[in-house]
């Protein structure tokens, strides 16, 4: 495939990312826990609150294993 058949490709398949729609924002307070499926979501975090508050992020890895007999 040549490059501008490759641009055209992957902005047909992007373009659905940014409508407001698919967009997802999350208010933070206190204690919250929340998980995601990073494989079928795109993460941008904003820095939208001020010093001296922060955020403390821990990341998990969760997997399984099909068995087959």
Known sequence: MDDQEAISLINELTA???RDWCIYR???QV???LMRDNCGVQ???IHDYKLPLWR???RITVG???VYE
């Open 26 to 28: 999350y208010k933070w």
């Open 31 to 33: 204690g919250d826990v």
């Open 64 to 66: 399984y294993t099909e």
């Open 16 to 18: 659905p990312i940014a």
């Open 43 to 45: 993460h941008l975090a």
């Open 56 to 58: 403390m992020m821990r």
